[in-house]
Structures are given as structure tokens and as C-alpha cells.
């Protein structure tokens, strides 16, 4: 068996550590070659997340909301492991995998305004690591709690190094009150060890709430002492890029105005996932893409709803 150094061990020692990212957080060569204003990537790599607004045109957005409703119908009458359900109910949490599935959120996968700024920011072509659909309906919505996605992604999907983003894109309008997404600034460069062993299939508990894998309070209590905490409202089309070492989480909506967003996480193709670097089988390809690599094609243009529902 080939050692393999892990650069960020969790879920092994006694007590929680902090520990310093040994990773750039901004990979680019060349900095000015930024697809967006180099200062708005200076931002990204200070803050570990950036706020864009205006990159999808209202008909665009609405598109997307459509295949959010036309996914939510189907999964409504069916069952599998890539449907979640919320805590204590049947409610639809999320519906993970949405790029395989949806030819609408396919083309967002593969949409030069994401992919290029990715690519930048990461120093590399990129593939899908992970696609989602998050509903948090109205008065239902859970909370999911502060984490690092890195990880999880390093301990149970075997991801080396921090060389991946998420991007978010809001198909409903995220309010300060109906759960959006909070970020803390600066968090991306601290690595926040955490404690307790993986169970076995945790993915089944974890997706619905996750209990290992998160920071301990006074982890959390220094990096929100550090950096603050950012919340990313705005109408429905708002994207946020943050860096998948960004301590996020987003809490309950028990208002009556639901709050739904697409995730699309990139990951450098340097960077595939190989063992998970814990104990446990890795978990299923839903989560964690571990057999199609092939880099994305930027494709230009408007997003347009498919030729068989036009």
C-alpha cells in the first residue's frame, strides 16, 4: 500500500486542534488573468468566499426554478438514497446528483461564467465533485450546521488537498429570516480538526444531521471572534463562490417563505478523489463523483429550458 501523507488528519485525536491550511486558498498563475475583476479574487482569497450578483439574467433564473419544482414532483412520489428528507419528516431536504439527472442544471454545470472563475481560482481544469439541489421549505426547513466541507470531503470522500469551491445560486430569494447561507470570513485558513470516530454509513444520519464532523464550540467561538459572520441574502440569481475549507452552515427557516438553492461543487482534476484518509468505506458516488474525471467544457451563452419543454 502507497503512504500517503495527510495533511489534515480529523476524527483521531482525543481533543479538537487547529490546524494552519498549508494550501493557497487562490491557485491562479497568473492573477490578472482573472475572468472578473482581479480585486473581487483578492476578496475571495482574504475572505474565503465572493458575493456575485447579476451573473444569471432573470429569465435564466427562472428556468432553473422550473427544473427546482419539476425535480421536487418527481421526488415527492419516489425514493432513493439521493433524496433527503428532513429530520423527523418526510419533507424534502435535498436532492443530490442534480447534473446527472437535469439537463438544466447539466448546462449550469458546465457554464463558462462558473467554470472559468473556477478554473482561475484553482489553477486548474475542473470536474464535478458534487451537485445539489437544498429546498429548505417554509415553517420545515432544518437547520444544517456549521462545517468545513474540506472535511469531510478529506476524511470520508478521500479529497488530498484544499483545492476545491462550491458555488451557490440562489433560486428563491434568500432573506435574513428563511435560513440563508452564513459564512465566516477568513475561517478557509484554519483547519478545524474535529473529534469522535466516523460510523459506519454516517452519510444516511449526516445528510438529514450531521452530528461528527463539525467543530467543537470554541473552535467555532475563535474563528467567529476572528472574521465575524457573513450572511448571503439577495434575490433569487445571487452566486456565491466559497472555498471548500469556508466554515459555513445556515440555520432553520420557520418562516413561511421557503429558501432553495443549487450547489455546484468544483474540484481541480489534480485533485481527484483516491482512499478516504478514515477508517470507513468511501461513501457512495452521489456524494462524492470517483469515476469521471473528464474536465468541463465551458460553454457560452444563456441558460434555455430544453428543446422537448420549450
Known amino acids: 500500500m502507497t503512504h500517503r501523507k495527510d495533511y489534515y488528519p480529523s476524527r483521531q485525536?482525543?481533543?479538537?486542534?487547529?490546524?494552519?491550511?498549508?494550501?493557497p486558498v487562490v491557485h491562479a498563475a497568473e492573477p490578472a488573468a482573472a475572468p472578473v475583476d482581479p480585486a473581487l479574487v483578492e476578496r475571495y482569497d482574504r475572505e474565503g468566499f465572493l458575493m456575485l450578483d447579476g451573473l444569471f439574467e432573470p429569465g435564466e433564473v427562472e428556468v432553473m426554478r422550473e427544473e427546482l419544482e419539476r425535480l421536487r414532483a418527481e421526488a415527492d412520489a419516489a425514493q432513493g438514497d439521493e433524496l433527503i428528507r428532513e429530520p423527523g419528516s418526510e419533507v424534502l431536504r435535498s436532492i443530490f446528483r442534480v447534473h446527472r439527472v437535469s439537463p438544466v442544471f447539466a448546462r449550469l454545470a458546465s457554464d463558462a461564467r462558473?467554470?472559468?472563475?473556477?478554473?482561475?481560482?484553482?489553477?486548474?481544469?475542473?470536474?464535478?465533485?458534487?451537485?445539489?439541489?437544498?429546498?429548505k421549505p417554509g415553517f420545515f426547513g432544518k437547520e444544517f450546521y456549521?462545517?468545513?466541507?474540506?472535511?469531510?470531503?478529506?476524511?470520508?470522500d478521500g479529497m488530498p488537498?484544499?483545492?476545491?469551491?462550491?458555488?451557490?445560486?440562489?433560486?428563491?430569494?434568500?432573506?435574513?429570516?428563511?435560513?440563508?447561507?452564513?459564512?465566516?470570513?477568513?475561517?478557509?485558513?484554519?483547519?478545524?480538526a474535529c473529534v469522535g470516530e466516523t460510523p459506519e454509513d454516517h452519510f444516511r444520519q449526516s445528510l438529514r444531521k450531521q452530528e461528527y464532523?463539525?467543530?467543537d464550540p470554541a473552535s467555532l467561538a475563535r474563528l467567529v471572534d476572528e472574521g465575524g459572520i457573513t450572511t448571503a441574502t439577495g434575490p433569487a440569481g445571487s452566486t456565491v463562490f466559497f472555498d471548500c475549507n469556508t466554515m459555513h452552515g445556515s440555520n432553520g427557516n420557520i418562516t413561511p417563505a421557503p429558501r432553495s438553492n443549487v450547489f455546484i461543487v468544483y474540484n481541480a482534476v489534480s485533485n481527484r478523489v483516491g482512499a478516504?484518509?478514515?477508517?470507513?468505506?468511501?461513501?457512495?458516488?452521489?456524494?462524492?463523483?470517483?469515476?469521471?474525471?473528464?474536465?468541463?467544457?465551458?460553454?457560452?451563452g444563456r441558460i434555455h429550458r430544453p428543446r422537448s419543454a420549450a
Open 13 to 23: 485525536a482525543p481533543g479538537p486542534q487547529m490546524l494552519e491550511r498549508v494550501d
Open 114 to 135: 462558473l467554470v472559468r472563475l473556477a478554473e482561475h481560482i484553482l489553477g486548474d481544469r475542473v470536474y464535478v465533485h458534487q451537485s445539489r439541489l437544498n429546498y
Open 146 to 156: 456549521w462545517h468545513s466541507d474540506f472535511e469531510t470531503w478529506h476524511v470520508e
Open 161 to 192: 488537498r484544499m483545492r476545491a469551491l462550491s458555488v451557490s445560486i440562489s433560486l428563491l430569494e434568500n432573506t435574513p429570516w428563511n435560513g440563508p447561507l452564513m459564512l465566516v470570513p477568513g475561517s478557509q485558513r484554519r483547519y478545524v
Open 213 to 215: 464532523g463539525v467543530p
Open 276 to 300: 478516504p484518509y478514515g477508517p470507513r468505506e468511501p461513501r457512495p458516488d452521489f456524494l462524492a463523483e470517483r469515476a469521471d474525471f473528464t474536465p468541463l467544457n465551458a460553454i457560452e
